[in-house]
């Protein structure tokens, strides 16, 4: 099969996807090490604990079972364990076992965690902003959410990981209804 036939069946990219692609992946991945860095250097967090952190902070009773919170984060679930195993060494945050099923293992985020996630806010904000948002012409910062929202919904449906339970304020879209108080 030749790629234009691949791109025919729906296998290919077009050159416009492709390029778009690449260009993602350039700003993801050099976001990605730029705001690990800051977080490292400002705030003794990588990018990793800062997504845990974060989950957690936003999640009601600053707790998530661990399976809820590979989901969330879209992690696969050893991953999170280990994570949550070096962050509780840190004493960022407990391992409890869940209110919901005694089966399971939720992760609690502690005082020690919410302190050091409240310190790496404004740092990373201000980087975020400095690096992503202050290029951005601001015509286009609308049609970057909605893009972002509908690509989103898209892996929500078409993934392999169940979507998220519950409603967590920062990790939904204001349209997806009203936020919990």
Request: net charge negative; aromatic share 4%.
């Amino acid at each position: 099969m030749t790629s234009e036939q691949a791109g025919e069946a729906g296998g290919a990219l077009s050159a416009e996807q492709e390029a778009t692609w690449f260009a993602y992946m350039r700003v993801a991945l050099r976001l990605n090490y730029e705001i690990n860095r800051e977080l490292q250097a400002d705030s003794d967090l990588s990018h990793q604990d800062f997504h845990v952190l974060n989950a957690l902070a936003d999640s009601p009773g600053h707790r998530l079972q661990l399976t809820d919170l590979a989901i969330r984060i879209g992690w696969e679930r050893s991953r999170v364990s280990h994570q949550v195993l070096r962050m509780e060494g840190r004493g960022l945050l407990q391992r409890q076992p869940s209110m919901a099923d005694a089966r399971a293992t939720d992760a609690v985020l502690t005082a020690a965690g919410r302190d050091a996630l409240h310190r790496a806010v404004p740092g990373h904000a201000a980087l975020v902003k400095e690096m992503f948002f202050d290029g951005l012409a601001p015509g286009l910062l609308a049609p970057l959410h909605q893009a972002l929202d509908q690509i989103h919904e898209q892996i929500l449906a078409r993934g392999t990981l169940p979507r998220p339970s519950g409603r967590q304020a920062r990790w939904t879209s204001p349209d997806d209804g009203p936020q919990p108080q």
